[in-house]
């Protein structure tokens, strides 16, 4: 059974910062692509940024610049560092996982910004 754990979200001023993280637990074996996914209130969730196994990277047009996402493939873990937050950035935050042929979701971190 696989597991993902997140963590990071939390209430923010618009210009502030947050570092979410995901950790992968279980019977795991080579992960492919990593990405964080969110949700807004009434809107369909959406890909914020992805990154392959060999450390290639693409963002959402809206938070480029802003987001930046990594991986320590030794820990299994993703990471999404926001920077210059917009109360547009409010939303559930969810990281995906691929491998074995299959997606696996976490349960989500909601990310508040105020203005």
């Known amino acids: 059974q696989v597991q993902l754990v997140e963590s990071g979200g939390g209430l923010v001023q618009a210009g502030g910062s947050l570092r979410l993280s995901c950790a992968a637990s279980?019977?795991?074996?080579?992960?492919?692509?990593m990405g964080w996914y969110r949700q807004a209130p009434g809107k369909q969730r959406e890909l914020v940024a992805i990154?392959?196994?060999?450390?290639?990277?693409n963002y959402a047009d809206s938070v480029k610049g802003r987001f930046t996402i990594s991986r320590d493939n030794a820990k299994n873990t993703v990471y999404l560092q926001m920077n210059s937050l917009k109360p547009e950035d409010t939303g559930v935050y969810y990281c995906?996982?691929?491998?074995?042929?299959?997606?696996?979701w976490g349960q989500g971190t909601q990310v508040t910004v105020s203005s």
């Open positions: 990154i392959t196994s060999g450390g290639t990277s």
């Open positions: 279980g019977r795991i074996f080579s992960i492919n692509t």
């Open positions: 995906k996982v691929n491998f074995g042929g299959q997606n696996y």
